[in-house]
């Protein structure tokens, strides 16, 4: 009988490890340099890439806060954030992703 239940606990281990935790489908709206925080950095890393100006990471999808396409207003709608202006597009906090898009790749 204690076989059956090690065995059990075997399997439970393994499905859920198996099972993408609830962090993997998420990201953190605003964290445009992908470094876990959202900063004044994530602005400048926003304009810098508009400017094709090398940057060292740059996440197009935690960039557009508003998902429409990276453009200045992500800058703008992050400064206004951390000025505590309104925060409509829930800048820094975390973001579920529909589980049908395609894995995303933070560009460099
Ligand atoms: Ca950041
Ligand atoms: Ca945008």
Known sequence: MKKGVALLFVLALIVFSAIPSSAENTYLRGDADDDGIVTITDTTVIQRKLNDIPVNTFNRREADIDNN????????????????????????????????????????
Request: net charge negative; charged share 20%; proline share 5%.
């Open 69 to 108: 396409g990276v453009d200045i207003t992500d800058a703008t709608n992050i400064q206004r954030f951390l000025t505590g202006f309104s925060n409509v597009y829930n800048i820094g906090d975390r973001v579920s992703y529909d589980d049908n898009e395609l894995p995303f790749v933070p560009s460099k």
